[in-house]
């Protein structure tokens, strides 16, 4: 269970913004930022829960498939493992069971900026744009952000139906991003059925489905899946969305530290990738 860390914002025009904002950073001032605030480098989760969870996802385990269909392609952990050393960064030594890994700051940055290629194509087509996150925790003003910036760009940013619900809670939205809300909790997440209620939802209101989805977990792999763009943020423990980047099936996949000490820490990334969107004021 995650309680989100909610903060003061206010609604205008423009969607809603945090209060706080951080200037853009330069390439080299964010990944020494990365770094020092682990969202890359060496990061919290130990080697050991990353070996366990690839072994799970190739045994068959869809708890972390996050939404997709991964079939018989990825039954060796250790495929598993070469696709998280080349798009996370974490380290590709088979022998290295136990203590620290990695991301790799500079493939974090590397996919921000394949993101912002996306976000940018997003602007100029002023498309329909869907945001979620299992991660309110972490995550949530990233997307608020990124929302915001776009639909002040004309995207029209995706209204979830009321009224929805799924894995013994409530589907909704805050700030134009849907989360998952149990007993006046945003809930943290890697389930797909959420995504799914809204999809669901979205076609027996008649309405359009999204364009491009901006999510992580399973809100973003549930999306890939049905073949809706979609991007999104992983962790190094999380290698479903890093599988399905390699696939195909999803357009980008962000490696990070999904949820550090601070959602402040986030700030410069985010700086960095709406600048490189072309969406910063």
Not at 95 to 117: F, K, N, S
Not at 154 to 167: H, Q, S, Y
Not at 189 to 194: A, N
Request: charged residues 25%.
């Amino acid at each position: 269970m995650e309680l989100a860390r909610l903060r003061l914002i206010r609604p205008g025009t423009m969607g809603f913004m945090p209060i706080t904002s951080a200037p853009a950073p330069s390439r080299a001032e964010l990944i020494d930022h990365l770094v020092r605030t682990r969202i890359a480098g060496d990061v919290a989760t130990p080697r050991e829960n990353n070996l366990d969870h690839y072994r799970k996802l190739a045994n068959g385990d869809r708890h972390y498939w996050f939404g997709l269909e991964l079939g018989d392609r990825w039954r060796d952990e250790q495929d598993v493992l070469a696709v998280m050393a080349e798009r996370c960064g974490v380290s590709d030594d088979p022998d290295h069971r136990h203590g620290q890994d990695t991301i790799d700051p500079e493939l974090t940055v590397a996919a921000l900026e394949r993101m912002a290629a996306v976000l940018r194509k997003a602007a100029a087509g002023q498309q329909r744009v869907l945001f979620a996150t299992g991660h309110p925790g972490g995550l949530l003003d990233v997307h608020i952000a990124t929302a915001a910036a776009l639909r002040a760009r004309g995207c029209d940013i995706v209204v979830v139906p009321d009224g929805l619900t799924a894995d013994d809670g409530v589907v909704f939205q805050f700030g134009q991003v849907a989360m998952l809300e149990r007993g006046a909790t945003l809930w943290h997440t890697h389930s797909p059925g959420p995504m799914a209620a809204i999809l669901d939802g979205l076609e027996r209101a008649g309405q359009p489905l999204p364009d491009l989805v901006v999510a992580d977990h399973g809100w973003a792999g549930c999306a890939g899946q049905r073949g809706i763009d979609a991007v999104g943020y992983a962790d190094c423990n999380d290698p479903a969305l890093f599988l399905a980047e390699s696939e195909g099936t999803l357009q980008v996949t962000v490696p990070l530290d999904d949820h550090v000490r601070s959602p402040r820490h986030y700030d410069p990334l985010t700086a960095y990738l709406l600048t490189a969107a072309g969406l910063a004021d």
